[in-house]
């Protein structure tokens, strides 16, 4: 097979009634000016909101934390350096137990509501029968607000009229726990309601990811051998990764910045003390410390942002 010279290429691209392919156009159009007036709407807007709303605040909090002030005047506002830190840390009683609550909630939602959440997906995807039932059921307590599920556990949690104590039959009785007004319980009982909810929203998140893996990866993993658990855990789990990112954020931040359910039972007292409760409890009300709130504000958000980054970090570094 003989191979044509490059100059005869050329002779025959350059000779009469022979075309030459059309170049490559590398001219890129230009936007008309209606395109970049909708472009600028679209990210504008949600920019200017999440600058309103979000950044703007955080970064007013940062600089009062470093403040005293009465929330009055702004001619009252005096620098205080790391007085408002030291104050919260080492001189406020709250402060230690609140953050232990925060810990344990996050653990919990992480080794026990989460994992909920998984199995349910994983069992509603294997096609059972009624299973969109079941997915709407278990979906259901995630279109409530927490302020609507600590209501309805109210209604499970009572001392005298509770569901779970007749269950238990000791409604009516000296022996009736009042699960959120006992300090010895009512944190566990507020993980409860809150895993209610929590397994429901990380099993959509999971079934939609199952849905999207690949069939040939679970039939490739069953020739080499694969069990089932094997195949789960080294094949499919594995190849959901962005599910996973999302909620391994999303448990974070549910763990750090819970505050809804605990205010609602006893405004975040007698055992249920949180960070956001500390923060509400000191820049809200006739004895608001600004300062101190704003500084237990900003410790909340370095400790749910340290977590999230080093994990994503970790995560986009072994991609790469």
């Not at 025959?12 to 890129?28: E, I, K, L």
């Not at 600089?63 to 080492?90: H, Q």
């Not at 810990?103 to 026990?112: E, S, T």
């Not at 410790?299 to 980054?309: D, E, H, N, T």
């Amino acid at each position: 097979m003989s191979v044509m010279p490059q100059t005869t290429l050329r002779s025959a691209a350059a000779a009469p009634g022979v075309t030459a392919p059309p170049a490559r156009s590398r001219r890129v159009r230009r936007l008309s000016g209606r395109d970049r007036l909708v472009l600028g709407l679209m990210v504008g807007v949600p920019t200017l909101i999440q600058a309103v709303l979000v950044w703007i605040p955080t970064l007013l909090s940062v600089g009062l934390s470093f403040t005293r002030w009465n929330g009055l005047d702004l001619a009252d506002i005096r620098p205080a350096g790391l007085s408002n830190y030291t104050y919260a840390v080492e001189e406020y009683p709250p402060f230690w137990p609140a953050l232990a609550h925060n810990i344990i909630w996050l653990v919990f939602l992480a080794l026990i509501a989460t994992p909920i959440g998984l199995l349910l997906a994983v069992l509603l995807d294997q096609k059972i029968r009624g299973t969109r039932l079941y997915q709407s059921v278990f979906f259901t307590p995630v279109m409530l607000s927490m302020v609507m599920v600590g209501i309805i556990w109210q209604l499970v949690y009572a001392r005298n009229e509770g569901l779970l104590n007749h269950l238990l039959g000791t409604a009516g009785t000296s022996g009736a726990v009042d699960w959120f007004g006992d300090s010895d319980v009512n944190l566990w009982a507020a993980l409860v309601a809150t895993t209610w909810r929590h397994a429901g929203y990380v099993m959509v998140l999971y079934l939609a990811g199952l849905k999207g893996i690949d069939p040939s990866l679970r039939e490739a993993a069953a020739l080499d051998g694969a069990n089932g658990r094997q195949t789960f855990f080294r094949v499919v789990l594995p190849a959901m990764r962005p599910i996973n990112i999302v909620i391994v954020v999303i448990t974070i931040i549910e763990g750090l910045r819970a505050f809804d359910i605990v205010y609602l039972i006893n405004k975040g007292t007698n055992g249920l003390e949180l960070l956001s409760v500390l923060v509400i409890q000191n820049l809200v009300g006739a004895g608001q410390v600004i300062g101190v709130g704003s500084a237990l504000a900003v410790i909340l958000l370095v400790i749910s942002l340290g977590p999230i980054v080093y994990y994503l970090v970790r995560t986009f570094r072994r991609a790469d």
